[in-house]
């Protein structure tokens, strides 16, 4: 059981360039978020997805994009990477409608712009 | 807007010491109440999960306990180890909006 998924775990980019991080869960949930972790910050959420086909913003949707592709799969797009995004990215998902369960995260994407 | 806090934000003990970690919320309009483990450059990882219904769990070494008229939650940690150490976080669920609100962590070290 593999839980949550995402790639890549690293990543080196450019100011400007643009990348897709992926996260694929594999335990049936509705509900998928991703948040960014900065030092002195915590946990922040970016955006999220209730259920598929929807998404709605977070705390600091700023500079993203999101897709929700199917049940499994939610996607964070950065479309110009700047310096203020150098972070650790977590992908997470639960089945928050039933409040029977926690949430259950990736293993982070540590992305650094220089 | 929700908004979770912990005290202490760092905490130092001696190996076999028990110990009490803090979290406040301001709305207790919540889901439920999760703790998480986070190891310097790692993921989280689930410790208690407490409903909102519930006024406690526990998991071998671990106690976590919910006042939620009062906005509070605690996690005790019997006979620490060294092994313990790591960042703890709890964060809550709430009812309104589809995201849980994390707290900013305590980090412990448990000295041998």
């Known amino acids: 059981n593999a839980g949550v998924t995402q790639t890549p775990k690293f990543q080196v980019l450019k100011t400007g360039q643009s990348m897709t991080l992926q996260c694929a869960q594999d335990?049936?949930?509705?509900?998928m978020y991703w948040y960014r972790q900065d030092p002195g910050m915590g946990l922040r959420l970016i955006y999220y997805s209730a259920s598929e086909g929807t998404t709605d913003k977070g705390e600091v949707p700023n500079g993203y994009n999101v897709s929700r592709l199917n049940k499994r799969e939610f996607s964070l797009r950065l479309e110009s990477a700047a310096p203020s995004q150098t972070s650790v990215y977590f992908c997470?998902?639960?089945?928050?409608?039933?409040?029977?369960?926690?949430?259950?995260f990736g293993q982070g994407t540590r992305l650094t712009v220089v | 807007k929700q908004e979770v806090t912990q005290i202490p934000a760092a905490l130092s003990v001696p190996e076999g010491e028990n110990l009490v970690l803090n979290c406040s919320f301001t709305d207790s309009a919540i889901y439920n109440l999760q703790w998480f483990r986070q190891d310097p450059g790692k993921g989280l990882t689930s410790l208690l999960l407490?409903?909102?219904?519930?006024r406690e769990q526990t998991s071998g070494r671990l106690n976590a306990s919910l006042d939620k008229s009062s906005g509070r939650s605690t996690l005790y940690i019997a006979a620490s180890q060294p092994g313990d150490s790591a960042t703890y976080l709890c964060?809550?669920?709430?009812?309104?909006?589809?995201?849980?609100?994390f707290g900013p962590g305590t980090r412990l070290s448990v000295l041998p």
């Open positions: 964060a809550v669920a709430h009812n309104y909006g589809q995201n849980f609100v």
């Open positions: 335990m049936n949930h509705n509900s």
């Open positions: 407490i409903q909102s219904s519930q």
């Open positions: 997470a998902s639960s089945e928050l409608d039933t409040g029977l369960e926690g949430a259950f």
